[in-house]
């Protein structure tokens, strides 16, 4: 019976142990990453001179869904979750997330009743302000310092296709990268004829599925059209 009770002490001793181990390797990570998002989104913040109050949390447990997508805009608190995290390879990618939650929480701040409303035209009309927050993204990685095409292999890597966007309150996600492609090929160009990216395999991925719609910015080009193009 001895021997039992202290084979039983030695068990909980080593199942305690091992989940102190574990808590404090959790918890290391949880505070390294934390540390990665805050160094890139105030490098964001900073260098393009935002003097809008955010503040950035990492969500280990949680997972983005439709219920919790608001946060940038009710509170200016823009969290990381780690389903989203899990698909950064670098730090331009993290950037590119961050960017564009960060239009989003900006832009919370505008107009009257200390952003109220403008946080309601958002909700309203998510389509239109999608397309404007993956634009500002673009501005913002520039100009801190990061290559804005990783925002296009984060969203290729993320965003699923909707089969169309008619009744949906997003934009089709092959539509919202073309206008990414298109914002950066005549604002940005140095960053595709200088492209580092290019041989990625998301990249390259989004290269072939985007064939069609990069078609219709070449026949734009040649022609000096400023329409604005029908993207699918």
């Known amino acids: ?66 219920l919790n997508t608001d946060k940038a805009l009710t509170k200016r608190e823009v969290v990381v979750y780690d389903d989203m995290y899990k698909a950064v390879e670098n730090d331009d990618e993290l950037a590119a997330m961050l960017a564009r939650e960060i239009s989003f929480a900006v832009r919370s701040f505008d107009g009257v009743c200390n952003g109220f409303l403008r946080s309601l035209q958002i909700r309203a009309a998510p389509k239109k302000y999608e397309i404007v927050a993956d634009k500002r993204a673009v501005d913002y990685m520039v100009n801190a310092g990061y ?47 200088n492209n580092k990216y290019i041989d990625n395999k998301y990249y390259q991925n989004f290269l072939l599925t985007s064939t069609a719609n990069r078609k219709m910015l070449e026949n734009k080009i040649k022609t000096n059209s400023k329409e604005k193009l029908d993207y699918e």
Do not use: W
């Open 1 to 66: 019976m001895k021997i039992r009770k202290v084979l039983l002490c030695l068990i909980v001793i080593l199942s305690s142990i091992q989940f102190c181990a574990a808590s404090e390797i959790s918890a290391h990570k949880t505070n390294s990453v934390q540390e990665r998002i805050n160094s890139i989104a105030f490098d964001i913040l900073n260098r393009n001179k935002i003097e809008k109050r955010i503040v950035f949390v990492y969500d280990e447990a949680g997972k983005k869904n439709l």
């Open 147 to 193: 290559d804005p095409v990783a925002l296009i292999i984060y969203i290729q890597k993320t965003a699923p296709q909707l089969r169309f966007d008619m009744i949906h309150a997003h934009n089709l996600t092959s539509k919202r990268l073309a206008v990414i492609y298109e914002y950066i090929y005549t604002k940005y160009p140095y960053f595709l004829k």
